[in-house]
Each structure stands twice: as C-alpha cells, then as structure tokens.
C-alpha cells in the first residue's frame, strides 16, 4: 500500500525539516548569544585526592538562555560544531578563561592552573596555537598554567596540520590533555605520538571501579601506561568517597567530580579559591 508508504515518508521527511529548521534557529541564537555576551564558564576543581588540595580548574562553558534559561553544553556545543560557531565560540572560551585566571592571580588567590576545552573543528583553520598564544600574551599568563583538553576524536582524522598544531601548542609550553580517554578512537599510538602531558579517564570507567574488576582493571592499565609516558592520569566523575579510595589504591592521584564540587559560576568559585588560599 502505497498510500501508507508515502505518508510514513511525509512523516520522517518533515520531522527531518523540523529539526534542520531547529538547528538554524539555534546556529542563529548562538551568533545572537555571542554578541550579547550570554555564555558564562563555570569552573569545576582538580583536586589532589590523597589531600583534597585543589591543584588546578577545569572551565565549562554554559549559555544564559535569555528565555530558556541556563543552557548545558551538550544541548549547543554540537550545533556550534557543525555551524562554524566552534571557533568564535572556542576563542570567547580561551580568551574569557585566561581573563578570569589573571584576576584570580592578581588577587593572589594560588590557583596555578586552568583547563579548557577544545573541539576538533578548532584545529580545521590551522592557526589554533597562535589565537592560544595572544589569548596567554594579553592576559600575561604563563603558557605553563593552561591545559588544552582534547577528546580522542581529534584522531578520527589524521592529518598534518593537527600533528603540527600539537606540536606547535607543547613547543609554546601550554599542557596538552587526552580528554574522555578509553571511550573513542583510543589506541596507544597516539599517546606515543603526541606530547599529551595528561590524560583524563572517562567517568564511565570511574563511576564503575566499585562494581567491577573489568572497570578496575582498566584504570589500573591506564596508570601503567602513563607511568611509562610520563603524563598525569586524571579521574573524572569521583563521585563519593568510596571512589575515591579505590582510586587512590590504584595510585591515581588526581580527580575531579561531585564529590568535590559541582562546577561553580565564577563568584563561587572565586569565593572556594579565597577560602583555600
Ligand atoms: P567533559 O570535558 O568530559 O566535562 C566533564 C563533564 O562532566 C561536565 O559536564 C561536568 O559538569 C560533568 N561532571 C563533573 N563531575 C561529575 C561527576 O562527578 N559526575 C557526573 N555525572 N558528571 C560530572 P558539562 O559541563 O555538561 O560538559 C559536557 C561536555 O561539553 C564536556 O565534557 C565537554 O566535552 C563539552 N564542553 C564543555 N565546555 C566546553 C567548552 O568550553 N568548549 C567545548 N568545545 N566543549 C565544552
Ligand atoms: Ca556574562
Ligand atoms: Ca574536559
Ligand atoms: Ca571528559
């Protein structure tokens, strides 16, 4: 029965419109959010587990929807990423994070380091590590105190030009972090050939070590690995205490999850700095 046939296609194909409709209004409000300065970080703690010592700062971008209220960046950053708004947005990420690092060192608060978040689509144009380099210059930030958090995907396609800007990032002294490890495109040859300083284990492995050995087992290999690259392992999502003494058996030393604090707007989060300090 053709009639039905066509009608189930109608169907799809204007649910398809729907959502390709959605996507350009939320491409448009997201140029419209850029220039009415709507985004915000919020900044999460990486702490020392073995002494709760906060040791750095990772910044999450959020969107102050003027109607819909606060935005999670799953519900945008997918967007920016297939409308071209990855880069100015990426760039108002990096330049807002070391603006907000200066003040923290101005006011003597002894955080030493922050973490940002970078998209793949941020290395298509090839000039990432000089936009990194001004945004440190402007602020006057030590190239040592950021962090440039990428997740695995980057490798999904070889190319020169990455290679290059990695190496160019780690040459301009800036700290680069495989993000979500263990979830992607993992293999260990790309942690031989390319100079990540830290590597962050996927929350799914984290949150699971109570339940299984598999999970345990992992995070275990992981902590070889990066005894024999050098790099930092870092646990994502350590929720409870439990977690976290597991992870500390393990000989993981460093976290950042619920357990220690939500992402903070900025005051808060200043107010956390000013209590440690
Ligand atoms: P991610 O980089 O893996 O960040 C960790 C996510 O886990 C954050 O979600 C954080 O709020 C959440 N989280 C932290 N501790 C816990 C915990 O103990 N339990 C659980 N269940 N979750 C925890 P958020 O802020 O929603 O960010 C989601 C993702 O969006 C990030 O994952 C990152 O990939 C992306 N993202 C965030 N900010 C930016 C940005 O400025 N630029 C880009 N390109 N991507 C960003
Ligand atoms: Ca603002
Ligand atoms: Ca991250
Ligand atoms: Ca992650």
Redesign the pocket.
Known sequence: NRGHDKGVFRLYDSEMYRRAQQRINLARELRQALEDDQFELHY?PKVDLATGTMIGCE???RWMHPDRGLQ???QF?PVAEQSQL?GPI?DW?LFQACRDLREWQAANLDLVRVS????VDQFRPGDFPEKVREALEIHGIDPAALTL?I?ESVFSEESETLNRQLNDLHQLGVKLSL??FGTGYSSLLYLQRYPFDEIKID?GFVRGILDNAFNRNIVSMILGISQVLGADIVA????NAAVRDVLLELGCRIG???HYSM?LEVEDFRWLLEKHS
């Open positions: 999460q910044a999450l971008i999670m960046p799953g950053i990855i990426g990420v940002v978040n970078v998209s958090e997740t993000d979500d929350m994502e999502g350590v929720e950042q999850g619920y992402p």
